[in-house]
C-alpha cells in the first residue's frame, strides 16, 4: 500500500528530503505519486504533523 499525504501537510518539505525514490512533490500540500511510492514510510517518520499514512 502506498502513503498518502493528508491535509494536515504544513508543506515544510521534511518528508520530501527522506523519500528514497523522490516520489513527493512539492506544493501547497505535498502529494506523493502512488505509483512510485515504495510504502518504506520514511515520510511518515519525519513528518512534525503526522501528515503521511498509509492508505
Known amino acids: 500500500m502506498a502513503y498518502?499525504?493528508?491535509e494536515e501537510c504544513i508543506a515544510c518539505g521534511a518528508c520530501a528530503d527522506q523519500c528514497p525514490v523522490d516520489a513527493?512533490?512539492?506544493?501547497?500540500?505535498?502529494?506523493i505519486?502512488?505509483?512510485a511510492c515504495i510504502s518504506c514510510g520514511a515520510c511518515a517518520g519525519v513528518?512534525?504533523?503526522?501528515a503521511p499514512v498509509e492508505e
Open 33 to 35: 505519486d502512488a505509483d
Open 4 to 6: 498518502k499525504i493528508t
Open 47 to 50: 513528518c512534525p504533523v503526522g
Open 24 to 31: 513527493i512533490k512539492e506544493g501547497d500540500v505535498y502529494t
